[in-house]
């Protein structure tokens, strides 16, 4: 199956400082990705499309300025917390979506998802 | 606004038993349903995907089915093993490829 890789797997950073999180599709291309949090014990929450070559679209209640998205190309997608506060750690899990066949077939491929803990 | 329920929240049975797990959805206009396996601090590993005109999947020891009608899914885990031990979430695929997501069911498997 598909690949989808997140760099780093885990941070630490101090709050008020800016962390960056990539996400790649190693063996497809993907002209979208889905950004998730996941707090402990809860499902995952869909924060954003990250669109290639496109801006990125925001679920209700995400701040697209602390969470800026950048999809740089056909592979790679990348998430920044910036100004981070202790409430933003958490788990979080990029995906990407197959794209042979048709709607009903598309399939989810997951990264393995970031710790970010912000101290 | 689509909402994905699973029931029961934890479960714990013994090694070699049959189970079932139990995913129901609001809205029955779906694209297909996906079942996920989560293990601590890791990411999603895809089970099975059933896709909307579909009754059915199967894959080894694991049987999903699916009833859009009523909105429910069930996933069956034939003799289970202390290797299933695992959060098991369900998600529906509704439009923009979105995915929405259960609460999860964490499963414990006694030796």
């Known amino acids: 199956g598909a690949v989808v890789s997140q760099h780093p797997s885990r941070v630490i950073c101090k709050s008020g400082t800016s962390v960056k999180i990539e996400c790649r599709s190693l063996d497809f291309q993907a002209t979208t990705m889905f950004w998730y949090r996941q707090f402990p014990k809860q499902s995952l929450m869909l924060m954003a499309t990250?669109?290639?070559?496109?801006?990125?679209?925001?679920e209700q209640g995400v701040e697209k300025d602390k969470f800026l998205i950048n999809h740089a190309s056909l592979t790679l997608s990348t998430l920044t917390v910036t100004s981070a506060h202790p409430e933003d750690s958490s788990f979080y899990i990029c995906s990407a979506p197959s794209t042979s066949g048709g709607t009903s077939s598309y399939e989810q491929y997951f990264g393995p998802g970031t710790r970010l803990t912000v101290t | 606004k689509q909402e994905v329920t699973q029931i029961p929240a934890a479960l714990s049975v013994p090694e070699g038993e049959n189970l079932v797990l139990n995913c129901s959805f609001t809205?029955?206009?779906?694209?297909?349903l996906q079942w996920f396996r989560q293990d601590p601090g890791k990411g999603l590993t895809s089970l099975l995907l059933?896709?909307?005109?579909?009754r059915e999947q199967t894959s080894g020891r694991l049987n999903a089915s699916l009833d859009k009608s009523s909105g429910r899914s069930t996933l069956y885990i034939a003799a289970s093993q202390p290797g299933d031990s695992a959060t098991y979430l369900c998600?529906?695929?509704?439009?923009?490829?979105?995915?929405?997501f259960g609460q999860g069911t964490r499963l414990t498997i006694n030796p």
């Open positions: 059933i896709q909307s005109s579909q």
């Open positions: 809205d029955s206009a779906i694209y297909n």
């Open positions: 990250s669109n290639e070559g496109s801006k990125a679209t925001y």
């Open positions: 998600a529906v695929l509704r439009g923009a490829q979105k995915l929405v």
